[in-house]
């Protein structure tokens, strides 16, 4: 079975830290790793996505690293806030095949203390 | 740009009943696909739409669970009967077809409680 794995499961940040989170796939089909962020009552959104033909993608705050041999991919925050609590999910597709079907990991609730 | 839309936002409902729920996705968008949520887990993939067919529904209960997109637009998703285990937050998400990575939008989702 095609399968993300997640972790931490949940993490506590001190406001102005760096946040980690890691996650780690086996299907090597798989191409498009994008992370999303999901409030409490609201739906998940895109926040950052890499491919593997890069090792690291920045924007703003928020980094991914990928290690492509490891098949592990991570997701940094820095100078993390109290605005970032939230719960992250890690998932990869496979674009290249034309399935863009997102498999999830089970997710890393955040809390970003002050 | 208005955002993925669903109804209703809450159902409560015994085992055995029937509900139902609604999506209107993003405007253009051809794909849609409808997830479930439960609790402190990632979204599971139910089944996938482009325009009015049905792309992807292998991890679909079809025991209980059906879906149909009308007009290759507003989609519902059905369950009849529920069971206790199908209490979670379904999701429904839209994207352009063929057009970047396939960008996933998701709405607020449907949280069913089954009692």
């Known amino acids: 079975q095609q399968q993300v794995k997640q972790s931490p499961q949940s993490l506590i940040v001190q406001k102005g830290g760096i946040s980690i989170i890691n996650c780690a796939y086996e299907n090597t089909a798989f191409d498009y790793f994008p992370w999303y962020q999901q409030f409490p009552g609201k739906g998940p959104a895109l926040l950052i996505a890499i491919r593997p033909d890069v090792s690291e993608k920045k924007e703003g705050r928020f980094t991914i690293s990928f290690n492509k041999s490891a098949k592990q991919f991570s997701l940094h925050i820095m100078d993390s806030q109290p605005g970032d609590s939230a719960t992250y999910f890690c998932?990869?597709?496979?674009?290249?095949?034309?399935?863009?079907?997102?498999?999830f990991g089970k997710g890393t609730k955040l809390s970003v203390i002050p | 740009e208005a955002g993925v839309a669903q109804s209703p936002r809450y159902k409560i409902i015994e085992k055995r009943q029937s509900v139902a729920f609604w999506c209107n996705p993003i405007?253009?968008?051809?794909?849609l696909y409808w997830y479930q949520q439960i609790l402190g887990q990632g979204p599971k993939l139910l089944i996938q739409?482009?325009?009015?067919?049905?792309?992807?529904d292998s991890q679909l209960p079809k025991d209980r669970f059906s879906a149909e997109r009308l007009k290759g637009v507003d989609s519902t998703l059905k369950i009849q009967p529920a069971k206790l285990e199908d209490s979670a937050v379904y999701l429904c998400?839209?994207?352009?077809?063929?057009?970047?990575?396939?960008?996933?939008?998701f709405g607020p989702g449907t949280r069913l409680t089954v009692t």
């Open positions: 998932a990869a597709s496979m674009v290249s095949t034309g399935s863009y079907q997102l498999t």
């Open positions: 998400a839209s994207s352009l077809v063929g057009r970047g990575l396939g960008e996933q939008y």
């Open positions: 739409f482009q325009n009015n067919g049905v792309v992807d």
């Open positions: 405007s253009g968008h051809a794909t």
